[in-house]
């Protein structure tokens, strides 16, 4: 192939759209046994997206269902139609997973080993764009508790939800204060006799409309396409100012913020001990709370949030430092994921093996010292398909630029020696936790990854090709 792109969620398909009308053969291999990515591997009750469908979804493919933070399922249907409709699904190859990409600069090719099936294969390609995300798909993170070998009830990763999982009547700790728990309680109260939220410390959560009243008054009064552009734009300024006001004026954004939950939770006391955060807003991503459920479910009684650490596991329950008891029968683990980078593919360029660690991210979409090699990592502060689908454009510009120099050979030069700093900019203890497996980023452009769509929309067409680049034909 001329490309090989790795992974079938929204990065992959999304790269594979821009790809289909340059000329090039390409495939797309993805290791699970359907494409959706994330929103194929995460099945637990309420999975949903805490970004805007709007701006989560392709600018050439209208998001035509009513919510605006939609479901898992909804979600993966809506890429599993993307590409059947653009006849992207017959160049996806399920059931492929990639092991190891080997450069041969002698060949001017990619050698992509393979396992299908339980058996090895090759793949060769001119360029390799890895859009696997940073999830580890394969482990989630989950702490050494003490004692969880005497717990007696059921223990559960999100990760991995049991298909014949019912909490119907049943005690229920949910460990973890983000979007995962976040999502779990309200769906769990539903059927179980109690829900608990067990937080080491809180998270900023704000609660926003399922439904996008103006998106739809829009889409009523518009042709779909033309909705679809105006309703985007207007959710990424919205998003956009968010985030600058937050950072701008951190304690204004933490009393608005208090001020919202307080119209759910009137108790001002609880509201201080289990949603007051120590770090500021957007040192670590916002959770969102559709119509505000979450909130709900605790003031009706149904889920309730404990902010506490735990002792040790007990054998009907969880034992908090302060002494207290929770009676469990079923304890989810929701303590974050596990991260990976470019999907935990081993990378070698003529027999040297590539410690991505020590690499420098490329205008946030190649590797110093690796050629023909680029990769797709969303924004921390927006919907990851805004930055995804600007990496493809540019890439997409990038294989024409060599097409018509006859170049066969493009690649990050080495970087000025200066300071390094991670490439993902949160302090959620899941990013920190991977933040020396990644590359990393420098001061200065091109070495620098932006976090402000606006400006990177507007940049990204013009960037000079050539800067900070080596090529060879």
């Known amino acids: 192939m001329d490309v090989l792109v790795i992974g079938a969620g929204l990065s992959g398909v999304g790269a594979a759209w821009r790809l289909r009308k340059t000329g090039r053969t390409y495939a797309v291999l993805e290791a699970r046994a359907r494409l959706g990515g994330t929103?194929?591997?995460?099945?637990?009750?309420?999975?949903?997206?805490?970004?805007?469908m709007f701006t989560l979804s392709y600018p050439f493919q209208p998001w035509r269902e009513s919510k605006s933070l939609a479901d898992g399922d909804s979600i993966r249907r809506y890429i599993e139609e993307t590409a059947r409709e653009h006849g992207i699904d017959r160049h996806i190859h399920c059931g492929v997973k990639v092991v190891a990409a080997a450069w041969s600069s002698k060949q001017s090719v990619w050698v992509v080993e393979t396992e299908e099936d339980g058996q090895a294969r090759v793949w060769t390609c001119a360029f390799l764009y890895i859009c696997a995300g940073y999830y580890d798909y394969e482990h989630g993170h989950q702490p050494d508790f003490e004692g969880l070998d005497a717990f007696t009830g059921q223990f559960v990763h999100p990760q991995f939800w049991p298909d014949d999982l019912d909490v119907t009547g049943r005690r229920v700790v949910v460990i973890g204060s983000g979007a995962t728990a976040?999502?779990?309680i309200p769906a769990l109260a539903r059927t179980a006799k109690k829900v608990t939220m067990l937080q080491r410390s809180p998270t900023y959560l704000a609660s926003l409309p399922e439904v996008d009243r103006v998106a739809d008054a829009l889409r009523r009064c518009l042709p779909p396409r033309l909705a679809h552009a105006v309703i985007r734009g207007k959710n990424v300024l919205n998003s956009q100012l968010t985030y600058w006001l937050s950072r701008r004026f951190p304690e204004q954004t933490k009393r608005h913020l208090r001020a919202a939950i307080l119209r759910y939770l009137p108790d001002p006391g609880y509201l201080e001990r289990h949603f007051t955060p120590r770090y500021q807003p957007w040192d670590q991503r916002l959770c969102v709370v559709p119509d505000g459920d979450f909130f709900r479910e605790v003031t009706a009684g149904r889920a309730a949030v404990v902010t506490d650490r735990i002792a040790r596991f007990a054998e009907h329950g969880i034992v908090l430092e302060s002494g207290e008891t929770l009676e469990a029968d079923v304890v989810i683990c929701a303590t974050g994921l596990s991260l990976i980078p470019l999907g935990g593919i081993r990378l070698s360029v003529d027999g040297r093996t590539v410690d991505v660690a020590e690499t420098t991210a490329y205008r946030g979409l190649m590797l110093s010292g690796v050629p023909n090699l680029a990769f797709c990592?969303?924004?921390?502060?927006?919907?990851?398909?805004?930055?995804a689908d600007l990496s493809s454009r540019y890439v997409v510009r990038l294989l024409g630029h060599m097409r018509r120099r006859g170049l066969t050979l493009a690649m990050p030069a080495m970087p000025p020696d200066e300071v390094r700093r991670p490439l993902l900019g949160l302090t959620s203890t899941y990013v920190q936790r991977a933040a020396h497996l990644f590359p990393q980023q420098g001061e200065r452009a091109p070495w620098t990854v932006g976090q402000n769509y606006l400006l990177d929309r507007a940049r990204f067409p013009f960037l000079d090709l050539r800067k900070g680049m080596v090529f060879d034909d």
């Open 39 to 52: 929103w194929d591997l995460f099945r637990y009750p309420g999975v949903r997206s805490d970004s805007d």
């Open 182 to 184: 976040v999502t779990l």
């Open 377 to 387: 990592v969303g924004y921390t502060n927006a919907s990851w398909t805004l930055r």
